[in-house]
Nanobody, 120 residues
C-alpha cells in the first residue's frame, strides 16, 4: 500500500500546477485525504484536506488560490494550485487515512513528496 504523488515542477510566479496522489494496493476504504508541504528549514504544514464526503479545509495561505478534490473511484486526491507565489516553494506531501487488507481500522499514510518550485 502506498501513496504516489506527482505533478510537481518549476513554474513562474502567477502560474499553475496540478498535483495528483494515487493510493495503490489493497485498499478497502479511504477516509480523509490531504496535502501538506515543507519548505527548507521549516516544519511541515497543512495545505488542504478533504473528507470522504468532500468537505474541505484550507490553510489561510491556500484559500482562494488552491482547490483540493478527490475521485474516490480512482483513489486519487488532487490539488489545483493557481496564482502561485515564490513562498509556495516546498516539497508537497499527500496524506490519507486508509483501511487496508491488513487492518480493520484506518491507518495514516504519507506519500513520498513532490517538489514545487515557484520562481519570481
Amino acid at each position: 500500500v502506498q501513496l504516489q504523488a506527482s505533478g510537481g515542477g518549476l513554474v513562474q510566479a502567477g502560474g499553475s500546477l496540478r498535483l495528483s496522489c494515487l493510493a495503490s494496493g489493497t485498499i478497502f476504504s479511504i477516509n480523509g485525504m490531504g496535502w501538506y508541504r515543507q519548505a527548507p528549514g521549516k516544519q511541515r504544514e497543512l495545505v488542504a484536506q478533504i473528507t470522504s464526503g468532500h468537505i474541505t479545509n484550507y490553510a489561510d495561505s491556500a484559500k482562494g488560490r488552491f482547490t483540493i478534490s478527490r475521485d474516490n473511484a480512482k483513489k486519487t486526491v488532487y490539488l489545483q494550485m493557481n496564482s502561485l507565489k515564490p513562498e509556495d516553494t516546498a516539497v508537497y506531501y499527500c496524506n490519507a487515512d486508509l483501511r487496508t487488507g491488513l487492518s480493520t481500522r484506518y491507518v495514516n499514510y504519507w506519500g513520498q513528496g513532490t517538489q514545487v518550485t515557484v520562481s519570481s
